[in-house]
């Protein structure tokens, strides 16, 4: 498989109001993040293992960049909720030629010590409206999810509905096979992520 599951993101029109949801709905703390200066983003995280969750906004403090943001967070709004998928591959180029067109092309990121290209989409816009995963390529050995402190919460299943769930499993075959990502039929786009914590099963839409 040329992917592997790297982590979620949720949207938010503010950094703290995404905080709070997910620290409400899941009854744990978040930690880390920072800023994106490239992208005049800002993020706090949350470890799942192999996994991590990441709440992601536009910055305010930081001057509008002159291209679109990723997760096409320039045209979020509404409350906070779970908007994309992101898989880690080893060689974004090859990556990038067996995906999707409009899957982004490569940026090169940092934030603190953290290294990465990122497939950004030229327009901001992820394939399949988000059901196809934005693609990460981490330099060197850091990672976030080995740096977070124990939540004790493991996301347990990603479910992606999409009125076209056979065209998104056949753009994902022979890229990721992640028993916990399941694509089903719906009538809209819409992700939803099931976790287990120290509270019993939670939900994240």
């Known amino acids: 498989m040329m992917l592997r599951f790297d982590h979620i993101a949720i ?22 993040g920072g800023q994106h200066p490239h992208m005049a983003t800002h993020n706090r995280l949350l470890g ?9 906004a536009a910055d305010p403090a930081a001057p509008r960049p002159a291209w679109p943001r990723w997760f096409d967070l320039d045209s979020f709004s509404g409350p906070p ?4 998928w992101i898989a880690r591959c080893e060689n974004i180029t090859a990556a990038l030629a067996a995906s999707p067109d409009g899957t982004g092309i490569p940026v090169a990121l940092q934030r603190g010590d953290y290294r990465w290209q990122m497939a950004v989409p030229t327009d901001g816009k992820l394939p399949f409206s988000g059901g196809f995963p934005a693609l ?15 939540s004790g919460v493991r996301l347990t299943r990603l479910e992606i509905a999409r ?13 990721l096979e992640d028993s916990r ?13 099931s976790f287990t914590t120290p509270h019993g099963v939670r939900v994240l839409e």
Not at 81 to 84: A, D, Q, Y
Not at 136 to 150: C, K, S, V
Not at 181 to 193: D, K, M, P, T, Y
């Open 11 to 32: 949207s938010a029109e503010t950094l703290a109001d995404g905080v709070a949801m997910v620290e409400e709905r899941l009854g744990v703390s978040l930690a880390g």
């Open 81 to 84: 909720r779970l908007t994309n």
């Open 163 to 175: 009125p076209d769930a056979p065209a998104l499993r056949a753009a994902l075959a022979g890229l």
């Open 136 to 150: 990460i390529q981490w330099q060197g050995d850091l990672h976030p999810a080995r740096a977070l402190p124990e």
């Open 48 to 56: 799942l293992g192999d996994l991590y969750l990441e709440v992601i």
């Open 181 to 193: 990502v399941v694509i089903v039929e719906g009538a809209a786009s819409a992700l939803r992520a």
